[in-house]
């Protein structure tokens, strides 16, 4: 059913954001100097610890993912030195390059669009490439539906390079599939709020160690807008340097309350259940999976499109039935289209998603 003639949104970001979380933006505004600010801002940060499972800060930034990938960059990699990004997707190749464009030397560890990178291959760039100051890679690669084993990986960085700094993209993973930053020893984890959090774009989120901010101390040019030491002096005063966007500060305050309420687990375990739903259709539909069997995303399904479908004519067809639908990212639109099963989806809309592919299919 639309209103309004609203599409829900199957796209992968920004996703479908439930009408009590847009009311939640409606509350009265505040100056960001004042009390009432404080006492929000301290109340979304030990919401954030427990969603981000950490003991240490989470940033709060009025960004998208994007611009914590530069934050990150920046305060993380000393001069002279130089960070490993794996790349295996557009949004990984990406950061990779706001790290080059910021002046880091980069070495890349990449492989073919759909692959994960697993715990060998990083072991062996490690002994191969020396010390970096940071290993950067991507928890669910969004252009792809790859999800890779972060876990694993970070605890081959702590054995061969402990010093090198974890920094994790989790921007199409985080609330959607399992992320544990403090067990798993992640320094950096970012994320924005148009994908699993289920928030509107605009508001950005990190998890930082202690570790991250002994690193800024030693860089001399961090920037200013994502100034990790100045985003911590201020967050100390549960406060930010510069303006933030209160509305969706409510909003993620509403919706953190929702999301404890299902539980982490919960939640991890829905979305598994309508990844295995969507995985199920692709393959007895004959339309394949890009994905490499076993790091498939919780969150976004590529589906190899395996019958040749004109994309166009599907999402066309998908929109009269009320759905907005992905036709494919980058290099392979067209080739593959994905499928979003993220955020507060349930798994009625994406059994009525998968209902009418089957209708434009016809069978």
Not at 32 to 52: I, V
Request: include cysteine; aromatic fraction near 8%.
């Amino acid at each position: 059913m639309t209103h309004d003639n609203h599409k829900r949104l199957v796209i992968p970001g920004p996703v479908e954001v439930r009408r009590e979380i847009l009311e939640a933006q409606t509350a009265w505004m505040i100056g960001h100097r004042t009390t009432a600010f404080a006492d929000l801002y301290a109340r979304l940060q030990a919401k954030l610890k427990q969603a981000f499972l950490t003991q240490y800060r989470v940033f709060v930034s009025g960004s998208s993912g994007t611009g914590l990938w530069e934050g990150a960059s920046r305060n993380c990699i000393r001069d002279g030195q130089k960070a490993l990004h794996l790349t295996g997707g557009a949004f990984s190749e990406k950061w990779a390059e706001v790290s080059r464009l910021n002046g880091k030397e980069v070495d890349v560890l990449p492989v073919e669009w759909g692959k994960a990178h697993t715990p060998e291959m990083v072991a062996d760039a490690l002994r191969r490439g020396g010390h970096y100051d940071a290993v950067c890679f991507v928890h669910n690669e969004t252009s792809t539906g790859v999800t890779n084993p972060v876990r694993d990986i970070s605890a081959v960085i702590h054995e061969l390079d402990p010093d090198a700094l974890v920094l994790v993209d989790t921007v199409s993973g985080f609330l959607g599939a399992e992320l544990r930053t403090d067990e798993w020893g992640l320094d950096i984890a970012l994320t924005s709020s148009q994908k699993a959090f289920a928030l509107p774009p605009g508001i950005a989120f990190a998890a930082v160690s202690d570790r991250v901010l002994e690193r800024a101390n030693q860089v001399t040019n961090r920037g200013y807008y994502f100034d990790f030491i100045e985003l911590d002096a201020l967050a100390q005063k549960n406060n930010t340097p510069s303006t933030p966007p209160i509305a969706l500060m409510y909003a993620a305050d509403k919706q953190l309350d929702d999301i404890m309420a299902e539980g982490l687990e919960n939640r991890w375990a829905r979305h598994l259940h309508m990844r295995d739903l969507t995985i199920t259709w692709a393959d007895t539909r004959g339309m394949g999976l890009y994905a490499q069997e076993g790091y498939r995303s919780p969150t976004v399904t590529t589906v190899a499109n395996g019958r040749n479908i004109n994309v166009d004519d599907m999402a066309k067809f998908m929109s009269g039935k009320g759905f907005s639908m992905d036709k494919g990212y980058g290099k392979i639109k067209g080739k593959t289209f994905r499928i979003a099963h993220m955020g507060d989806m349930t798994v009625s809309t994406l059994e009525e998603v998968l209902a009418g592919l089957d209708e434009f299919l016809g069978v």
